[in-house]
């Protein structure tokens, strides 16, 4: 069976994507709750506030959105820079990244990890997918980072182009040397 891991980290990349997007409507959406309540809304007594975690998770996803664009466009144009296109930039961004996932997540889970009892108010299926939409993308990154070490480790690549599919004769910035 041959496995193809650029395919592969194309797809989670592109899932991270699709989860980033979600989580950042749903982040908006909440902020816009919480920041023009109507009078006479039973929560925080119908004074606006602002979820300090929410603010955390949209700019998470705001970060994320473009990150997930250039790496998947990398992978597919085979892009190679000698500092930002390799598996060790990658690794280094992906670990940036887990952190604030997993801050938002976590943060989120908190305060809404079990809003099973007001299930009938929208406010509490927004805060419901925003904690689920949360560790979709916790998940999917630390799926990304381990594929991307692991392969790393595995190939002494953490200074080979990220795209995976480099040829030392081909490549714009390694030296033409093939090491056994």
């Avoid at 997007?21 to 982040?27: H, I, N, Q, S």
């Avoid at 506030?49 to 473009?66: A, K, M, N, Y």
Wanted: hydrophobic share 50%.
């Amino acid at each position: 069976m041959n496995f193809d891991l650029p395919k592969l980290r194309i797809g989670l990349y592109g899932a991270l994507l699709f989860w980033s997007f979600v989580l950042m409507c749903l982040a908006a959406a909440r902020l816009n709750y919480t920041n023009h309540l109507p009078r006479g809304d039973p929560l925080n007594g119908g004074h606006s506030f602002t979820d300090p975690i929410v603010g955390e998770i949209l700019f998470t996803t705001i970060i994320t959105i473009p990150w997930s664009i250039f790496i998947i466009w990398a992978i597919l144009t085979r892009y190679e820079h000698p500092q930002f296109g390799t598996f060790m930039a990658e690794a280094f961004g992906l670990s940036v990244l887990w952190v604030f996932w997993i801050a938002g997540a976590g943060g989120a889970t908190g305060p809404w990890g079990n809003l099973s009892w007001c299930q009938q108010f929208e406010t509490c299926r927004v805060l419901s997918a925003l904690v689920a939409f949360a560790w979709l993308g916790w998940v999917t990154i630390s799926a990304l980072l381990g594929l991307s070490l692991l392969f790393a480790i595995a190939n002494k690549a953490f200074g080979e182009p990220l795209h995976g599919k480099w040829n030392p004769r081909e490549s714009q910035y390694v030296d033409p040397v093939v090491r056994v």
